[in-house]
């Protein structure tokens, strides 16, 4: 087993295709949170002139890169290699990491590229790296060639919203950010962020009490969208629903409660400060005892390394028990997981809702949702259920960053390109799937209408989440395909 154990380390020679992980070496080096991309593009557009190859930057900040037809292409369909520059930063409890200064340290666990204890940025660094290695590699066969790499898709797409119409040349599209290798995704589902919020009155803890911290932890958490079926636990709302059975047998007054990091990914942990009598610390421990059994019979073969336990802590106000009453009780009804299956696709969601975020203390609580389908009316549905039901209860709600979904297209001349040169490199029939996740291209196709678009990548585990992984076998198949299907475009 190969091991590279840090970015100086990494990549080992012999990891192949090396100009794909070369790239991806550099891209792991230098910091690219959502919002702070400024540095990989400033990196890239020296590459790029290094190259000698145009470079850009619209008002969006989007990165395009162009590259001219190889000889005898000029007149070939233009093709576009869209990824995005930013990644999902999220890193376990007990790592110190700090996603603005720090690299990404890759490892290598046999037919593995992860990151051990943080998110990896395999989502979408390696189908940047794969579209930098095109750029480079002047012994591909190609039409016009331009990379389109965008910011700010993991907080709202910001990027491709923000996308200059009339800038693209080409009209064929080659999304690189799928992770399932062999499977072209032919649509994705639209999204929707839901911000909600409410000023709270703070009150004295009262003598005697004590201050307990209350946590859920190991759970699984993931992509809100792409998980979002599978039944893993959402840790704020096990959390609350531990609360709200908690308060109504012991006296019990909450002093915050937090989990969650984005609202995009499934929450894996969440805390709750609460003050009780001291006489009820035993009875506390019994019952958090019986919830971690209940919840690892309910979650069991999903999430059944969940814990539940509580510790001594420290706090300077409670909430009111108004505030604490409308919160636990309005989350606890708030929607989380899948609303309807898709009746045309077997076994995919149509439309679903994370919770993804909370933050109360006792002067303010906000919570962050993400309603998503297929069906941009049902998507705007299931927002408004959601707004309403917070609304009731009197707390603020904004919707916004709304993004549409992609509409499959099973007649496009693409796909049947794709198919073929899949069939004839690998042997055997390519599967497609429409994805119930953000992909830019539903927003690029609003902006243009003509281009026809696939999306494929090599595959990739556990995205948004620590220890996120992509299998090395996939990569150089993604990059032979790539470099093929380049080559045939015609």
Avoid at 30 to 55: C, F, M, T
Wanted: glycine share 8%; net charge negative.
């Amino acid at each position: 087993m190969t091991t590279a154990s840090n970015d100086q380390d990494f990549p080992p020679k012999g990891l192949n295709p090396e100009s794909v992980w070369k790239h991806f070496a550099a891209l792991c080096r230098i910091p690219r949170p959502s919002k702070h991309e400024e540095r990989i593009r400033e990196y890239l557009v020296q590459w790029a002139n290094d190259q000698g190859l145009e470079s850009l930057i619209d008002r969006g900040g989007n990165l395009i890169i162009r590259k001219p037809a190889s000889p005898g292409r000029e007149n070939a369909p233009g093709v576009i290699l869209q990824a995005h520059l930013d990644m999902v930063c999220q890193k376990n409890d007990a790592v110190t990491h700090d996603f603005l200064n720090d690299p990404i340290r890759p490892a290598i666990r046999g037919n593995l590229v992860l990151a051990e204890n943080t998110t990896l940025g395999a989502d979408d660094g390696i189908g940047v790296a794969l579209a930098l290695a095109a750029l480079e590699d002047r012994t591909l066969v190609h039409g016009p060639l331009e990379a389109l790499l965008t910011v700010d898709e993991e907080e709202g797409m910001g990027g491709a919203n923000k996308l200059e119409t009339g800038i693209l040349r080409g009209n064929i599209l080659l999304n690189l950010d799928s992770e399932t290798w062999g499977d072209f995704c032919l649509g994705c589902a639209g999204g929707m962020d839901i911000s909600v919020s409410r000023p709270g009155h703070s009150e004295s803890i009262p003598s005697g009490w004590k201050t307990i911290r209350i946590r859920v932890a190991g759970l699984r958490g993931g992509h809100s969208g792409i998980n979002i079926h599978e039944g893993r636990g959402n840790a704020i709302k096990i959390l609350v629903r531990v609360l709200n059975a908690l308060q109504s047998s012991l006296s019990l007054r909450l002093a915050s409660l937090t989990g969650g990091t984005a609202r995009n990914a499934l929450p894996r942990e969440a805390s709750a400060v609460i003050a009780i009598r001291p006489d009820d610390m035993d009875m506390l421990r019994e019952r958090l005892r019986q919830w971690q059994a209940i919840i690892r019979h309910e979650l069991a073969g999903v999430d059944e390394q969940i814990c539940i336990d509580c510790e001594p802590a420290t706090a300077g106000n409670i909430m009111s028990a108004d505030d604490q009453n409308i919160w636990l009780h309005t989350l606890n009804a708030a929607p989380h997981g899948v609303w309807r299956m898709s009746p045309s696709v077997q076994g995919a969601p149509e439309t679903s809702n994370n919770l993804g975020t909370v933050d109360l203390q006792p002067d303010v609580g906000t919570c962050t949702l993400m309603a998503r389908s297929t069906i941009d009316s049902a998507c705007n549905a299931l927002a408004d259920e959601i707004a309403s039901l917070f609304a009731l209860s009197g707390l603020s709600v904004v919707k916004e960053n709304a993004y549409p979904g992609w509409a499959p297209d099973t007649a496009s001349p693409l796909l049947a390109t794709c198919r073929k040169v899949y069939r004839q490199t690998f042997g055997q029939e390519p599967a497609t799937h429409i994805i119930h996740a953000g992909l830019e291209c539903g927003i690029l196709k609003s902006k243009y209408p003509s281009l026809d678009v696939i999306s494929f990548g090599p595959t990739i585990h556990s995205p948004h989440a620590p220890g996120e992984s992509v299998e090395i076998d996939t990569v150089e198949k993604a990059w032979q395909f790539l470099k093929t299907l380049l080559a045939t475009i015609d």
